[in-house]
């Protein structure tokens, strides 16, 4: 079984919905994060946590809402999409003690 | 400028040969350097990551770490078609306690021709 789940992993939705998107680990990580990736811009940090009561926005989290429900479940909420929030959307997991980071297979999202 | 910086590519090299990527960065409090390959449509997958000046070889992949120029580059000898892939380049943005964020590069592509 993979360490790092995401679902859905392919999303179309149309402009205004409220979509979820859900991360699951098993590798025991306390650090979890959410990053999108577009074409020529890299991966951008959209919201990080280190436990359940720990989170904190990245670069680019407006727009963007977490829940921490789990140490092994980590949610990222569209309340109102966009379509310039059409993108590749990663989980990602982090080993306190390397800053190495293990991602998830990535939900591919369409706002029309 | 940005943080972390990569040649966009594509990088065509022909198989057997050494394929060069390169990565620069611009805080010079960075500590960590991490290489991920990207496969179209998949997920980043580390590869290397070095932590000092000088070289740290893993099979047929060699990290190369320069602080005082501030850059880091892999080199893949031997490529294969099957590294065929986008690299990115990842470091850790300083100060320590915000060391657990990466910044990433936006990843060069590789073309190995058979």
């Known amino acids: 079984d993979a360490d790092v789940t995401q679902t859905p992993r392919n999303r179309i939705t149309k402009t205004g919905k409220r979509i979820m998107l859900e991360c699951s680990q098993t590798?025991?990580?306390?650090?979890m994060y959410w990053y999108r990736q577009d074409p020529g811009l890299g991966l951008r940090l959209i919201y990080y946590?280190?436990?359940?009561?720990?989170?904190n926005k990245g670069e680019i989290s407006d727009g963007y809402s977490v829940s921490r429900q789990a140490q092994a479940k980590f949610s990222l909420s569209l309340e109102s999409a966009i379509p310039n929030q059409t993108a590749l959307y990663f989980c990602?997991?982090?080993?306190?003690?390397?800053?190495?980071?293990?991602f998830g297979p990535g939900t591919r999202l369409t706002v029309l | 400028q940005k943080e972390v910086e990569q040649n966009s590519g594509p990088l065509s090299v022909p198989e057997g040969a050494i394929a060069s990527l390169n990565c620069t960065y611009s805080?010079?409090?960075?500590?960590?350097f991490f290489w991920y390959r990207q496969y179209s449509g998949k997920s980043p997958e580390l590869i290397m990551f070095?932590?000092?000046?000088g070289d740290k070889e893993d099979g047929r992949f060699t990290a190369q770490l320069n602080k005082a120029s501030q850059y880091v580059s892999l080199l893949i000898r031997d490529s294969q078609p099957s590294d065929s892939a986008t690299y990115l380049c990842?470091?850790?943005?300083?100060?320590?306690?915000?060391?657990?964020?990466?910044?990433f590069g936006s990843g060069t592509r590789l073309l190995v021709r058979p």
């Open positions: 946590s280190f436990d359940v009561k720990d989170i």
């Open positions: 990602a997991t982090g080993d306190r003690y390397s800053n190495e980071q293990f």
């Open positions: 805080d010079r409090g960075s500590q960590s």
């Open positions: 590798k025991g990580h306390d650090r």
């Open positions: 070095i932590y000092s000046n």
């Open positions: 990842a470091v850790n943005k300083p100060p320590v306690d915000s060391s657990y964020k990466l910044i």
